[in-house]
């Protein structure tokens, strides 16, 4: 009786194993399967409009067809490069305050502040540039829209550059001041060294994340179909620009929507591809 009963509970712990093993595998097959046809839909709709002329040429006139987005790729990397400079440093030092310092009741509110910023809706960040910058300055610009990127760059630069910090072993903190280091020397010289690709990889995470935003630029940098110097004047950027010709009448337009949004993807694609490899070297390393 005993060995009948050990018998029939294998075996419906068998049968369960079995059906959440094929849910999950099910569950996988839809998620990868979805994330490749959204891939393959872009590559045949974007890639056979690509040319030479997209990556070196200004928008064409409204009625004619060609041009290209060259304005538009050097916008969005003029306003990646301004929020990396503002909102990665933040993230950075407030990461390393709350990995090293963090155990007050501060650093309760910094992580609870970052958390509840983390998960404010993209627009509501623009409008929030919109009202700090363009308002008083009464024109949209490069400026306003790369602080939009960088406040939502803020709070995972933050998590993310804890997380790796507190990632690195006690030991190498201990070790180092048993030698005479200071603890802010411990950190510079040991700790922070120790997490640098982890940080780095989540740095061009961020990058990536906030690559295709749109609703901020619509309210800051707003767009621009020539070349934009400086910083003081609108810019155009990929997300926009795919946004407009998206939704414009004009079949040509649609084209280069659908290669811009292949360009943009496969850049984010791309980061995301060399961040996991700086992350796996990382992990073989230790």
Not at 107 to 114: D, F, M, P, S
Not at 227 to 247: C, D, K, N, R
């Amino acid at each position: 009786m005993a060995a009948r009963k050990i018998s029939l509970h294998l075996l419906r712990r068998k049968a369960v194993n079995l059906v959440m093993l094929s849910l999950t595998g099910l569950c996988t097959f839809i998620a990868a399967g979805t994330l490749l046809y959204i891939l393959g839909y872009l590559f045949v709709h974007g890639a056979r409009s690509l040319s030479w002329d997209f990556f070196t040429k200004l928008p064409a006139p409204v009625g004619e067809t060609g041009g290209g987005m060259a304005n538009a790729i050097l916008g969005s990397a003029k306003l990646l490069l301004l929020a990396m400079l503002i909102g990665v440093p933040i993230g950075f030092l407030g990461g390393v305050y709350l990995a090293e310092f963090g155990g007050n009741t501060f650093a309760y509110v910094v992580r609870y502040v970052t958390d509840l910023l983390n998960g404010v809706p993209s627009i509501v960040i623009g409008i929030f540039a919109y009202t700090l910058i363009v308002l008083p300055q009464k024109h949209f610009s490069t400026l306003a829209g790369g602080l939009a990127l960088s406040i939502m760059m803020i709070p995972i630069a933050i998590r993310s550059s804890e997380e790796f910090l507190r990632a690195v072993p006690l030991a190498l903190r201990e070790g180092a001041m048993a030698l005479g280091a200071s603890k802010s020397q411990a950190i510079r010289t040991v700790v922070i060294p120790a997490a640098k690709n982890g940080i780095i990889t989540g740095v061009m995470l961020n990058l990536a994340r906030v690559s295709g935003e749109t609703a901020p630029l619509l309210f800051t940098s707003f767009g621009n179909r020539y070349w934009s110097p400086g910083w003081e004047q609108p810019t155009a950027a990929l997300p926009v620009m795919i946004f407009t010709y998206a939704t414009a009448p004009y079949e040509d337009w649609h084209q280069q929507a659908w290669s811009a949004g292949f360009v943009l993807l496969t850049l984010v694609l791309a980061v995301n591809i060399v961040a996991r490899m700086i992350l796996s070297r990382q992990a073989v390393i230790r």
